[in-house]
């Protein structure tokens, strides 16, 4: 999934079953982490490995993130990491 409001405009995301990445700087840095699924629209992912600079979470950091609608291709979603919350879009690629 292509992040919509990245200021990096390669910005994307693979999501599995289990694990989630999301790539930057066409590919040259990531962030992988480990889902665990708390309904269909609703997961946690705890960071694992980080290689992008001044990134502020840590490995072993859990962010939260449901996904609130999928309309036209976008899903819209708000993700809660250690007591923030944003609001952000995915464009739906394959």
């Given at each position: ?6 200021e990096d ?13 999301e790539y ?10 480990k ?10 992912m ?26 036209n ?9 250690k007591g923030?919350?944003w609001?952000?879009r995915?464009?739906?690629i394959?």
């Open positions: 999934m292509k992040y919509l409001d990245s405009k390669t910005a994307y995301a693979v999501i599995t079953n289990k694990d989630h990445v930057y700087s066409d590919g040259k840095y990531y962030i992988k982490s889902l665990k699924w708390l309904n269909e629209c609703e997961y946690n705890t960071m694992t490995k980080i290689t992008l600079p001044n990134f502020p979470n840590q490995p072993g950091e859990v962010m939260n993130v449901k996904f609130e609608k999928i309309e291709g976008i899903v819209y979603y708000s993700a809660t990491v923030q919350t609001k952000g995915f464009e739906i394959n």
